[in-house]
T-cell receptor, first 112, second 113 residues
Framework: QKEVEQDPGPLSVPEGAIVSLNCTYSNSAFQYFMWYRQYSRKGPELLMYTYSSGNKEDGRFTAQVDKSSKYISLFIRDSQPSDSATYLCAMSANNQGGKLIFGQGTELSVKP | DAGVTQSPTHLIKTRGQQVTLRCSPKSGHDTVSWYQQALGQGPQFIFQYYEEEERQRGNFPDRFSGHQFPNYSSELNVNALLLGDSALYLC????????????FGPGTRLLVL
């Protein structure tokens, strides 16, 4: 069993839709949770960073962490064609000194 | 403010050869981590360098080695290349080893024939 599970998709939505992306994990020591966006043939770009449980909002993006369920989510409101990319969740523990464990990534396509 | 830079962007090698990839961290960052990303997969942690020493290592063989220079830039070396080493190699920089906020470079795409 992988430490971090993420549905690879692909996920296709119409422009303006609300997108929900999710990851589950097995290591209860994870405290830091991140979402990265990766365009084709580019490096990952940090979108959201959350410590422990709770919600965090930044513009059209909202990250949620539920440590009791070992489940994290990223919501994208009013999705745009420019949001078409692969979304990677990543997490790490206090004692791992910044070693990030990534999910497989979900490929998102937003159609005009 | 320059972000993380990597060179070269693409590389083609044959089995058994050796390769060196280079990374310059984001300004103000002192820690460099390297990741390998196979096609259709998430990045996998190779190792991390801080204060010119390897601080952490993932599940990669000794064929993978690295170095960090006094100016915080870093190299990744892979010896005795295998076909399975074909991947996107990503460098990420952060401030100190506990920096979970890591910023990635564009990557070096390595093809082993």
């Amino acid at each position: 069993q992988k430490e971090v599970e993420q549905d690879p998709g692909p996920l296709s939505v119409p422009e303006g839709a609300i997108v929900s992306l999710n990851c589950t994990y097995s290591n209860s020591a994870f405290q830091y949770f991140m979402w990265y966006r990766q365009y084709s043939r580019k490096g990952p770009e940090l979108l959201m960073y959350t410590y422990s449980s709770g919600n965090k909002e930044d513009g059209r993006f909202t990250a949620q962490v539920d440590k009791s369920s070992k489940y994290i989510s990223l919501f994208i409101r009013d999705s745009q064609p420019s949001d078409s990319a692969t979304y990677l969740c990543a997490m790490s523990a206090n004692n791992q000194g910044g070693k990030l464990i990534f999910g497989q990534g979900t490929e998102l396509s937003v159609k005009p | 403010d320059a972000g993380v830079t990597q060179s070269p962007t693409h590389l083609i090698k044959t089995r058994g050869q050796q390769v060196t990839l280079r990374c310059s961290p984001k300004s103000g960052h002192d820690t460099v981590s390297w990741y390998q990303q196979a096609l259709g997969q998430g990045p996998q942690f190779i190792f991390q360098y801080y204060e010119e020493e390897e601080r952490q290592r993932g599940n990669f063989p000794d064929r993978f080695s690295g170095h960090q220079f006094p100016n915080y830039s870093s190299e990744l070396n892979v010896n005795a290349l295998l076909l399975g080493d074909s991947a996107l190699y990503l460098c990420a920089s952060s401030y100190q080893t506990g920096g979970e906020t890591q910023y990635f470079g564009p990557g070096t795409r390595l093809l082993v024939l």
